[in-house]
């Protein structure tokens, strides 16, 4: 258990003031509010907010602080508003769209050709598509003049849309779920549930539906979404109905009629309740101002802080260095516009507080571009040339810090984006176990350029001597992480000594103990517990522009779904005792 808990203080501290940006929110009074008149939708664009309602109401900011009321010509419900192609378009009752360039003067649009009530509107793959009661389906090219298409439910309403991966996504009574690639012909889905479907949204490949007494499906939408997920694991705790969901950088929020928000940081993920002042009907969940906004009863509209992206913060790898070859290396990628600051350390004689036996006595830490070019290198942090600012950015990143004059090794430096490697060797010849770390040092919320992947490459031995990296996520929102350790296919690229049938071990902190998230020993072979498949693996694996596994090898690869503010053990070892050479890689593939 030592060796499990070795990495996760060195996490801990980076963590510990990072607070999530989902764990409070802030009531915007509205000065003309009725207590009777309820919000229903809100949509953005333009740098304008635009939330409507009953009685006809239409109400705009441009900061999420200070609403103006607008005026709407009619005093019907207005059910859902959406932006797209320069307008903001509003349908509701008795089949009632209204159009806006700047959510402040509407018209009326001039062709429907229906009194039905319209509850979902959305502009995606260059087309506007309503739905409403009846199963009633437009699509319209301008959102003025609308045209029917044939709908698969004629005796049930339709409310929520989505669109992504190239499939269109409708819900709606008793579970109804509606695919479509093109929004004219429709396929009705499985759903696997009875219960009405208020609300669906796409994020990270994958479509989620929220609903009557804490409903949650999950499908994955490439090939158009056919099976649905319903595990109990994947839901809010609660038996109020989900009115809406709404997903961004990472996060999904979902919000019920009895005054509460749910969040979470992924697909398939668990979920965090978030009280909410004064317990409102709530009826709805947008994204805007970076920040999520939640409307409901009264006029009532709540603000969160400020959601920014969350980064892959730091991997942190123990393992042994020895001589020739057997040398601990950690890749950093970094992609962007500007330079990043990072750092990188080497430590060995500071493990021995840890209890770690065998410790490398003088790490040597050098640093190469992509083209083998050296950039920087240290042996004693203390002898570099900006030693003194080294101790401060330890604190920073939430770093252990060095003992004055350690013979650790530590790097303090501006990366352009590119593709740059870490090398420890042992000075002198020497060899010994090595920790060996990569910090991001930038602000989430303001940084122009970010790592996309991080990975090490070392000797994975028997028993306790085997590759044992850490993963932080910082920031207000989770991350979707591919993690493959290497094994077989290194062969190609003319390494030697590789080991035969690498497995990970993924573990997360809790309390003092840590809990198994996932694993995985062939990567062909995803494990039944996660919602991932080979093909997923396969698929991210080329968004990241990673090179392809062997499609028979022993290499191992799972999809990890992330929370925030959690530290991440990755043991990485070999079946039945294997050792050699693997790599092991972290790739951030949330928004590939």
Same mark, same amino acid.
């Given at each position: ?418 593709? /740059?490697?870490?090398? $420890?060797? +042992?000075? *002198? @010849?020497?060899? %010994? #176990?090595? !920790?060996? &770390?990569? =910090? ?127 530290? /991440?053990?990755?043991? $990485?070892? +070999?079946? *039945? @005792?294997?050792? %050699? #050479?693997? !790599?092991? &890689?972290? =790739? ?5």
């Amino acid at each position: 258990m030592r060796l499990l808990r070795l990495v996760a203080p060195l996490l801990s501290l980076a963590l510990a003031s990072l607070a999530s940006a989902q764990s409070s929110f802030t009531l915007r009074n509205l000065n003309n509010a009725a207590p009777g008149n309820l919000l229903w939708s809100l949509a953005t664009g333009g740098g304008t907010i635009v939330t409507v309602g009953q009685p006809g109401r239409i109400l705009t900011s441009t900061d999420g602080l200070s609403w103006v009321p607008r005026v709407s010509g009619t005093t019907e419900w207005l059910v859902a508003v959406a932006y797209g192609a320069g307008q903001f378009v509003i349908v509701g009752e008795s089949g009632r769209v209204l159009r806006s360039p700047d959510g402040i003067t509407w018209t009326p649009a001039t062709g429907v050709g229906t009194t039905t009530r319209l509850n979902g509107v959305l502009y995606a793959g260059g087309r506007w598509i309503a739905v409403g009661e009846s199963g009633i389906i437009l699509t319209s090219a301008d959102a003025n003049t609308w045209a029917p298409v044939a709908s698969p439910v004629s005796n049930r309403w339709l409310h929520g849309i989505a669109y992504g991966a190239g499939t269109y996504c409708v819900v709606g009574q008793s579970g109804t779920i509606l695919t479509s690639p093109d929004a004219r012909t429709w396929t009705v889905r499985n759903s696997t549930t009875t219960r009405n479907l208020e609300v669906v949204t796409f994020m990270n490949n994958y479509f989620t539906a929220v609903g009557e007494a804490g409903e949650c499906l999950f499908a994955y939408a490439p090939g158009g979404a056919p099976s649905w997920i319903n595990l109990p694991p994947y839901k809010p705790q609660t038996t109020a109905n989900l009115r809406a969901v709404a997903s961004v950088n990472g996060s999904i929020v979902a919000v019920t009629d009895d005054g509460v928000a749910y969040s979470t940081p992924n697909v398939c993920n668990l979920w965090n309740r978030i009280p909410i002042p004064g317990n409102p009907f709530l009826n709805a969940v947008g994204f805007s101002q970076d920040t999520f906004v939640l409307i409901g009863i009264g006029e009532r509209i709540l603000q969160s802080e400020a959601i920014y992206h969350g980064r892959l913060g730091n991997l942190s790898t123990r393992g042994s260095v020895g001589a020739g070859a057997n040398t601990l290396i950690a890749g950093v990628v970094v992609r962007g516009t500007q330079p990043k600051r990072m750092l990188i350390r080497a430590a060995g004689p500071s493990l021995t507080q840890f209890g770690v036996t065998g410790a490398l006595d003088r790490p040597e830490l050098t640093l190469f571009d992509a083209t083998g070019a050296l950039v920087a290198t240290n042996t004693g942090w203390s002898t570099a040339a900006n030693a003194a600012q080294v101790p401060a950015a330890a604190l920073a990143s939430g770093a252990f810090a060095f003992s004055s004059g350690s013979a650790d090794s530590a790097l303090l430096v501006s990366l352009a984006p590119g593709n /740059y490697t870490a090398q $420890v060797n +042992g000075a *002198g @010849g020497t060899s %010994g #176990v090595t !920790l060996i &770390e990569t =910090y991001d040092l930038e602000n989430p919320a303001t940084m122009q350029s970010r790592l996309v992947n991080i990975s090490s490459r070392g000797l994975v031995g028997a028993g306790q001597n085997i590759i044992i990296p850490g993963v932080a996520i910082n920031g207000s929102s989770a991350r979707l992480l591919l993690v493959r350790a290497v094994g077989p296919s290194l062969g190609q690229f003319g390494v030697a000594g590789t080991i035969a049938n690498p497995q990970i071990t993924v573990t997360r902190a809790q309390g003092s103990s840590n809990v198994l998230v996932a694993t995985n020993d062939d990567w062909n072979t995803q494990n039944s517990s996660t919602v991932f498949t080979a093909a997923d693996v396969r698929e991210y694996t080329s968004r990241a522009a990673a090179f392809a596994l062997l499609e028979n090898s022993r290499d191992a690869a799972l999809i990890l779904s992330t929370s925030t503010n959690v530290n /991440y053990t990755i043991q $990485v070892s +070999g079946v *039945g @005792g294997d050792t %050699g #050479v693997a !790599l092991v &890689e972290v =790739y951030d593939v949330t928004d590939l």
